[in-house]
């Protein structure tokens, strides 16, 4: 190993992954996904669909998750900065409904990993940011749900200034509560 750091988080199945990175007078050189180091880190999904998105300053995309298809992501940002935010929805976790977020940017290079029957969004806080996902499953369009990005049941603590304005689509402002999700899904 020793190719990339694996942090766990204080939600357990959610990893904080940090890449090697080799720079020099040229720029730098890093691997984003190794199979074998991924493994040997108890990170051992194999993907089948690799996701790119470009966005604006104030787009707020989430909280996505596939309710019959779930899926386990390695996300990160290429360009720009985003605030990433993922929300267990795991039906017998101690830490349902709980959430974690983390800055990620291409500065930092770092990738969160969220497993299965989670909530997912990000809101852009640079001017422009290219976001990069690998995913466990296909994306299943008929099988989309959603959760309110500002849900006070949940309560994530967005770093959004007070001057920005959020662009989301008419479908992300209107996705349902924890409270609706887990009377409709959790039994």
């Known amino acids: 190993m020793g190719k990339i750091k694996v942090t766990t988080c204080e939600i357990a199945g959610l990893y904080v992954i940090e890449p090697t990175v080799f720079g020099d007078a040229r720029g ?28 604006k300053k104030g787009v707020l995309r989430g909280l996505h998750f596939q309710i019959q298809y779930p899926q386990d992501k390695l996300v990160r940002v290429i ?5 990433d ?14 959430w974690f977020g983390i800055h990620l940017s291409e500065e930092n ?5 969220i497993p299965k029957n989670f909530a997912h969004g990000f809101v852009v806080l640079s001017d422009y940011a290219e976001f990069a996902y690998k995913c466990t499953d296909f ?17 994530v603590d ?19 509560s ?3 999700y887990t009377e409709k899904y959790r039994k």
């Open 85 to 98: 935010v993922a929300v267990d929805l795991r039906k017998d976790s101690k830490t349902y409904g709980k």
């Open 139 to 155: 994306y299943h369009p008929n099988d989309e749900g959603g959760l309110a990005y500002n849900d006070p049941d949940i309560g």
């Open 109 to 113: 290079k770092k990738q969160l990993f």
């Open 158 to 176: 967005w770093p959004i200034p007070d001057d920005m304005e959020l662009i989301m689509t008419e479908k992300d402002r209107n996705w349902g």
């Open 79 to 83: 360009r720009g900065e985003v605030y």
């Open 178 to 180: 924890l409270r609706e």
């Open 28 to 55: 730098y050189f890093m691997e984003t996904y190794n199979y074998d180091d991924f493994k040997e880190a108890g990170i051992g999904m194999q993907f089948v669909q690799d996701n790119q998105s470009a966005s």
